[in-house]
C-alpha cells in the first residue's frame, strides 16, 4: 500500500500532527493528542487509537494500561492538512487520565474555572 496518504498531511517541525478524538455516538470532544506517522500507521492497521507521547517521548498505544481503548471509526482531515479528527467508540466510556468522559472537564465563568464533569473511574 502507498504512503502517499502520509504525505497529504502538515506534520509539524517534529514530526507530529494534532488529533482530536470525539465520541462517535455523541460527538462529545473526549481529548487532544498528537500522532507522529508511525502512530498515525499503527492506528489505521490496527483500528485502535496509537499517539505520541511528548512527555514520554514513547509511542503509546490509548488504554493500554488502563483497557480504556479507542477503537477508531473514522479519520478527518481539516481543510489545511494540518489537525486530524478521529471519530471512536471509547471503551469504558472513560478518555481522561483523570478518570472522566473527556479530558475538557473545567469550564471558565466568572474568573475562574469550573469542574463540571464527575470523576467516573478513580484512575490509579
Known sequence: MSENWLGAICWNNDGLVPVIAQDVVSNKVLMM?????????????????????R?????????????????????????DSDVLLIKVKQVGGVACHTGRESCFFRRYGHGEWEVISPVIKVMT
Do not use: P
Not at 493528542?33 to 507521547?53: C, D, I, N, P
Open 33 to 53: 493528542a498528537w500522532m507522529s506517522r508511525e502512530t498515525l500507521k499503527l492506528s489505521v492497521e490496527t483500528g485502535f487509537a496509537h499517539y505520541w507521547s
Open 55 to 79: 512527555s514520554r517521548n514513547k509511542i503509546w498505544k490509548k488504554g493500554e494500561e488502563s483497557g480504556h481503548l479507542q477503537a477508531i471509526e473514522e479519520f478527518l482531515l481539516d481543510c
